[in-house]
């Protein structure tokens, strides 16, 4: 049974028509991915960045001290409290308190001491004390060598925190990098972290795309490769027309400034979390039902 939920879903992850979407639905028997990829087969939809929706709300922040780095996000129901002085002061304890000590998973982080109990008991109390469910959802720490930098950007008060790592240049020259990645989504620094799984799933689809056109075989690998360069330049940070002059990449842009980039995290409140979807006219039958 395909819902309307489900073609919705589908619709706002591709952009395609409804009717295109149902079909989509059906000849796949409900899966939203291979659904997905047919559409783009069909030439129908363009490559859709799944889990890329901002759906939850909260902060990411950015905390630098001397050659470490931690980078974080906390997530709120709503966007009012996001905003409050109470959950900003939370953040901020947790990013400071990451930054003193040296854990690599989530369930470490909560067994940090602070000055006022466990990290897990701090959120805990805030939880409590705002009266919404607050979550500390993820974070990663880096170390740096003396001869790279820091390029730190928070976009939207915290929407979007990118934390990037060039070696042998300067912190503009890193925080401009930065910037592209806020702005351009990459999943990947280099051609070569771009897992190999995903690139051959590419490659099918882009070749499936080409015969769909009514190319030969022959020509639909060749057209492949043209189309995968173009794939590589939008997931991939080093491959993408740098924003500021698009006639050339980030990666010549950084070269042009002696550096390199060593790393890259990006942080999105919310991508990959299901938003709560409100339904108000069922809420209001519903109290009008059961009164």
Known sequence: MISAK????????????MLDCKKALEANNGD???????????????AAKKGSRIAADGLANIYVDGNDAVVL????????????????KLV???????????????EEANELETGNGKVSDLVVAATSKIGEKLSFRRFKKIT??????????????????????LSDTTEEVAREVAMQAAAMRPKYVRISDVDASEVEHEKAVLKEQAINEGKPAE???????????????EICLEEQPFIKDGDISVST??????????????YEVGEGIEKREEDFASEVMSQIENS
Not at 6 to 17: H, I, N
Not at 32 to 46: C, H, N, T, V
Not at 145 to 164: P, R, S
Not at 219 to 232: C, D, H, N, P
């Open 92 to 106: 901020d304890a947790l990013g400071n308190a990451l930054l003193k000590n040296d854990v690599s998973t989530i």
């Open 253 to 266: 842009y950084v070269k042009n400034n002696g550096g390199k980039i060593i790393d890259m995290i990006r």
């Open 73 to 88: 996000e906390v997530n709120s129901e709503t966007d009012f409290v996001a905003k409050n002085d109470e959950f900003k």
């Open 32 to 46: 939203f991915d291979a659904s997905l990829d047919w559409l783009r087969e069909k030439g129908i939809a363009k």
């Open 6 to 17: 489900m073609v919705k879903d589908l619709r706002e992850a591709t952009g395609a028509g």
């Open 219 to 233: 020509i639909a690998e060749k057209m492949v490769m043209g189309r995968l360069q173009k794939f590589y330049k």
């Open 144 to 165: 740096k060598k003396d001869n790279e930098v820091f390029g730190a950007y928070l976009h939207m008060g915290g929407k979007i925190a990118v934390l990037t790592v």
